[in-house]
């Protein structure tokens, strides 16, 4: 998708969705997806994926501001 706004994704997930029933979605969390969730019936839920990859990174983040070289589970 070319531009993330409201009106396309909403578009998007309107056409590709049209004859099929509409019990879930899944997206990378991208907050607008709620809202579209909502609106046209469908439960939503984040990918695993993504649930992993922005809890590594927050990780990362705070190991480089801590300047740890590794991290130690105990």
Same mark, same amino acid.
């Given at each position: 998708m070319e531009h993330r706004t409201y009106g396309a994704m909403k578009d998007l997930i309107e056409t590709v969705t049209e004859n099929q029933n509409r019990i879930s979605i899944t997206t990378d969390g991208f907050s =607008?997806?709620?809202?579209i969730a909502d609106e046209l019936g469908f439960?939503?839920?984040r990918s695993?994926?993504?649930l992993f990859k922005d809890v590594?990174?927050?990780v990362m983040d705070e190991l480089k501001k801590n300047e740890y070289d =590794?991290?130690?589970i105990r």
């Open positions: =607008t997806y709620s809202i439960k939503h839920q695993v994926f993504h590594q990174e927050k =590794t991290l130690i």
